[in-house]
């Protein structure tokens, strides 16, 4: 998916502005008609503004309020209908998905306070994005996939393990000075 030039952002001071990594994402995601999407850790809520655009009906979650409501601000300036939900992964979710869709925070870290938890993923770097496929499997429809931004720069012991239940398909990468990022579709 192209970046829509007609959508309007805001991003709120403490919330994870879109980066490489989103754009990335952003790059590698297709809506198939009128899926039902969901997009984890929203943050400013890009790729859900994108999903919701192209026809999807978007339910966006984050374990920040602040984020939420600049999700929901976006939407309402891009007069965008977006459901939200304030929850730590999966644990106030209800519903299946087509398509989910995660940029977790992956860099090597434990969260200290609240603007944390857009960038740390636990010691290995890998611990959200564990958690985020053991609940995955619950909330995808039969035929749906996952879409995931991971990093080179994390435990990929940790991440192997992490991924074994799931078909991967590598859609797209990048590499930056320090790490290269690769978006994944999984399937089980």
Known sequence: ???????????????????????LMLSSLKVRGKERA??????SGFLSL?????GASVLA?????????????????????????LSDLFHDVKGTFDLIVFNPPYLRGSVESQEDLCWAGGE??????TRFLYGAKDHL?????????????????????????????DLA??????????VLELTL
């Open 61 to 85: 979650v984050d374990i920040d309020p602040q984020a939420l409501s600049n999700t929901k601000k976006n939407a309402e300036h891009n007069g965008l209908e977006i459901e939200t939900a």
């Open 124 to 129: 290995k770097g890998t611990e959200v994005t």
């Open 141 to 169: 429809k039969t035929g749906g996939r996952v879409l995931i931004l991971i990093s080179n720069d994390v435990d990929q012991d940790a991440l192997g393990a992490a991924l074994k239940e799931w078909k991967c398909r």
């Open 173 to 182: 990468s990048k590499s930056l000075f320090f790490e290269e990022l690769k």
């Open 1 to 23: 998916m192209l970046r829509d030039p007609a959508i309007h952002l805001e991003v709120g001071p403490q919330v994870y502005a879109p980066a490489e990594d989103s754009f």
């Open 50 to 54: 994108h999903m919701a655009k192209a």
């Open 38 to 43: 969901l997009e984890m850790g929203c943050g």
